[in-house]
């Protein structure tokens, strides 16, 4: 796996704003990455240290179009701690 297809896009919301200063940083990855993958994707992209990365699965949500049930998909977020002082350039405009 190429390291620029595992991270898929970055999670905003006001929760990861939150984590955002206290050093962690969420993205959507792809379902086969693992967190060293992850971790990897993160140190050469971005040129910085990650110290930990937290993945987890978040599942569909149930969702009617007229008659039809569905569930929308299951996809992969990583939580990654960098290390003390370091941040992504890349957020800070955001």
Same mark, same amino acid.
């Given at each position: 796996m190429?390291? /620029?297809? &595992? +991270?898929? /896009?970055?999670?905003?919301? $006001?929760?990861?704003n939150? #984590?955002? !200063?206290? @050093?962690?940083?969420v993205? %959507?990855?792809d379902?086969?990455?693992t %967190?060293?993958d992850?971790s /990897?994707?993160?140190?050469?992209?971005?040129k910085?240290?990650?110290?930990?990365?937290?993945i #987890? &699965?978040?599942? @569909?949500?149930p %969702?009617?179009?007229?008659?039809k *049930? @569905?569930?929308?998909?299951?996809? %992969? *977020?990583?939580?990654?701690? +960098?290390? *003390? @002082? !370091?941040k992504?350039? +890349?957020? $800070?405009?955001?």
């Open positions: 190429n390291y /620029e297809t &595992i +991270l898929v /896009e970055p999670v905003l919301s $006001e929760k990861t939150n #984590m955002r !200063e206290a @050093g962690k940083y993205f %959507k990855v379902a086969r990455a %967190k060293y992850v /990897e994707a993160v140190r050469r992209l971005f910085v240290t990650p110290v930990s990365c937290n #987890m &699965i978040v599942a @569909g949500k %969702k009617r179009l007229r008659y *049930k @569905g569930y929308t998909p299951n996809w %992969k *977020k990583a939580i990654v701690t +960098l290390a *003390k @002082g !370091e992504i350039s +890349l957020f $800070e405009g955001v």
